[in-house]
């Protein structure tokens, strides 16, 4: 039997517990529940994320800045699982998750109890923050689900452009933000009859990576492959070396192969950002190149960079000179699909979907081209003549 003491503390106990309880059963925010917390073990409470970053703390919590680079520098956070003592007058203790990548932790401002009620208090409401959390991990998981549905639908559909438009404006995206875009896959699982799931695996890091160095990315699953949407004009080619030798650390025995486009456009073309990617991967996959592979447009367009803009300008007025007379809309709505024409192999069907239009409209367009320059598309000179003309004037305007 209990003696009256300890039933006395049994009871608070669970007092304490029922009451923190409620505050998160009633969608509480953290920094409120943490308070509560805080008050009932009469110290500051704080909720760190894996990089060690401040999440969110109790009222008039102290701020220092010993605790937060001892977290940093002191402890390997992904790996941390049971609960430590720091500085002598700190404890951290990890929230139970789904994903490690995704933890995070509890600290209070005093060093683990010796004391067996005031461990089982404080481990109850470890265990009632843990729910919470695992609850932040599901939100989070949903969010990115819905994301890469999203990007999915788009690219099943072929849907006007002000349609794309609106639909990446009701679920929080820019359309004309700018994206760079990478491709990876993890080879050596392709054989084993595990590739979904190390991929899975690989998807993980890469949300980890990136949310590390907080850089916001679109990740799509496309073809059993992750599709990475990354908003940033910086070159991609650092952040995919760290990527690379993160995911190799972390997930031992790994081979993967990247492919990037380092050409920052407009969310709006991400579908080319895609082919591009795709196809600098298949390029690292056909020539076994295991360093990160970046897209390489058409030697021709190297060549044609050359040119100097007088000679250019001459042969493209020659060439496509009615077009350039048209009105501005008018001349860049044909010149942008002949682009795309090009660029999709001459494939009608592929420009169309890629400019948000139907495949009726893209073929009024070029007949109405080729009869105001006398020209045919099916004529192999005058194609020839067409690409170079209009690779000759997007890389001088």
């Not at 304490?16 to 409620?22: E, R």
């Not at 044909?334 to 682009?339: G, H, K, V, Y």
Request: with cysteine.
């Amino acid at each position: 039997m209990p003696s009256n003491n300890e039933a006395k503390q049994l009871k608070k106990i669970m007092n304490d517990t029922l009451d923190i309880s409620k505050y998160i059963l009633a969608s509480k925010d953290d920094d409120e529940i943490l308070t509560h917390i805080a008050k009932l073990i009469n110290c500051d409470a704080y909720i760190m994320d894996v990089f060690g970053r401040l999440r969110s703390y109790s009222e008039n919590a102290k701020m220092d800045a010993s605790l937060f680079e001892s977290v940093i520098h002191d402890l390997k956070l992904i790996e941390l699982t049971e609960p430590v003592n720091l500085l002598d007058k700190y404890s951290i203790y990890p929230l139970k998750t789904m994903d490690k990548l995704t933890r995070r932790f509890v600290v209070f401002s005093m060093k683990m109890p010796e004391d067996l009620s005031s461990q089982l208090l404080i481990e109850n409401m470890v265990n009632l923050l843990s729910l919470e959390s695992m609850q932040v991990s599901i939100n989070l998981n949903q969010v990115r689900q819905r994301r890469n549905e999203l990007f999915d639908t788009i690219l099943a559909q072929n849907l006007p452009e002000n349609a794309f438009e609106d639909t990446l404006k009701l679920n929080g995206l820019d359309s004309n933000s700018m994206y760079k875009a990478f491709e990876i896959d993890e080879i050596n699982s392709v054989d084993t009859g595990h590739h979904q799931e190390d991929m899975h695996r690989v998807n993980d890091y890469i949300y980890w990576y990136f949310e590390k160095i907080q850089m916001p990315i679109i990740l799509i699953s496309w073809h059993f492959k992750p599709f990475i949407l990354v908003e940033t004009k910086k070159s991609l080619l650092p952040l995919l070396n760290e990527l690379s030798k993160f995911i190799h650390e972390n997930f031992v025995g790994s081979k993967t192969q990247i492919g990037y486009t380092d050409d920052a456009k407009p969310l709006i073309q991400f579908k080319k950002l895609l082919r591009e990617a795709d196809e600098a991967l298949d390029v690292a996959k056909r020539e076994n190149i295991l360093k990160p592979n970046k897209f390489i447009p058409q030697q021709v367009e190297d060549i044609l960079s050359l040119v100097p803009k007088k000679e250019a300008d001459m042969f493209v007025d020659a060439i496509l000179g009615p077009v350039l007379n048209l009105k501005e809309d008018e001349k860049d709505e044909l010149i942008e699909l002949l682009s795309y024409y090009y660029a999709d192999n001459q494939s009608i069907s592929m420009a169309a979907n890629d400019l948000f239009i139907h495949r009726n409209t893209a073929v009024y367009r070029l007949k109405k081209l080729e009869k105001l320059l006398n020209m045919s598309l099916n004529d192999v000179s005058d194609s020839e003549q067409l690409r170079m003309a209009t690779k000759l004037y997007l890389i001088h305007h």
